[in-house]
């Protein structure tokens, strides 16, 4: 009798469980669907509109939006693998997901790389074109999260989770490399500080080392629950893993709305707020 208790109260643990894992999942991805999707598109308008408050790095905000529109589109696919097994394009699933969470972090990458060049090497920025290697920069991403979405389309259900470790362990190093270096940059004066232009440089090397900055908190938020999450696989349940790391990526999806916030702050669309100028 006790055994046969233990094994119903389990049973009912692993489905309150799973229950647990699938609302979470499918609300916050409804979520991400409904209200990131148009957001994001929104905030496309901004950035192509003169008077959208775009920052130099257009090519690569702009990008950055996309790839956070494409990974909306992960919520239909990822709820239908949910509901049922029968109708789930598996690989699909995978090559959207491949794609989208490595472009997600290479394109701010790149703009904390762009302002790490415009500020401590003013001269060596100068020289290069910008839309030239913008777009160059752009197609290297889009080439490597290309590369991994056919990876996780041929492991998939599994993901190369090795390769997504390394490339988001050198993101975050040239991430924090970058905004350290900016942080020195603002520390010390440069040769323009002497003359009479002291106060502009010093803002724009302060909104510089903000953007960045943001980049590098955004990337934090969005990878470390995830990380955690993956870290428990084997030393816990199966189920309450799956729990896990479907609390991690719901982190990870909300994390994605700081970036249109911060542009629609750019634009003045949100006046209540008094940060990040």
């Not at 209200?35 to 192509?48: D, H, K, S, T, W």
């Not at 990008?63 to 919520?75: K, Q, R, T």
Request: one cysteine or more; charged letters at 10%; a positive charge.
């Amino acid at each position: 009798m006790n055994s046969s208790f233990s094994n119903s109260t389990q049973n009912v643990m692993n489905s309150g469980l799973m229950t647990a894992t699938v609302v979470c999942v499918v609300s916050v991805q409804a979520f991400n669907f409904f209200v990131g999707l148009p957001l994001n598109i929104y905030i496309i308008r901004l950035l192509v509109s003169k008077n959208g408050g775009v920052d130099v790095c257009v090519v690569f905000a702009l990008n950055h939006v996309v790839s956070e529109i494409l990974f909306c589109l992960v919520a239909p696919l990822y709820t239908v693998c949910i509901i049922s097994l029968e109708i789930c394009v598996g690989p699909l699933l995978g090559f959207w997901l491949g794609i989208t969470l490595p472009a997600r972090y290479l394109f701010p990458c790149w703009v904390s790389v762009e302002r790490y060049v415009a500020v401590i090497h003013p001269v060596t920025f100068l020289r290069f074109k910008p839309l030239r290697y913008r777009v160059a920069c752009s197609s290297v991403a889009w080439i490597c999260a290309l590369s991994l979405g056919i990876a996780s389309m041929v492991t998939f259900p599994g993901m190369p989770y090795n390769a997504f470790g390394a490339l988001y362990l050198f993101i975050f190093l040239l991430d924090s490399f970058c905004c350290i270096g900016i942080l020195k940059g603002l520390l010390r004066p440069g040769p323009g500080d002497r003359e009479g232009n002291r106060e502009e440089m010093n803002t724009a090397k302060k909104k510089a080392f903000k953007v960045v900055s943001l980049n590098l908190v955004i990337f934090l938020i969005q990878i470390i629950p995830v990380a955690l999450s993956f870290g428990l696989l084997g030393l816990i349940p199966r189920d309450e893993f799956k729990l896990a790391v479907a609390i991690g990526l719901d982190i990870n999806i909300l994390g994605g709305f700081i970036h249109p916030f911060f542009v629609l702050h750019r634009a003045g669309k949100l006046t209540f707020i008094k940060c990040c100028k």
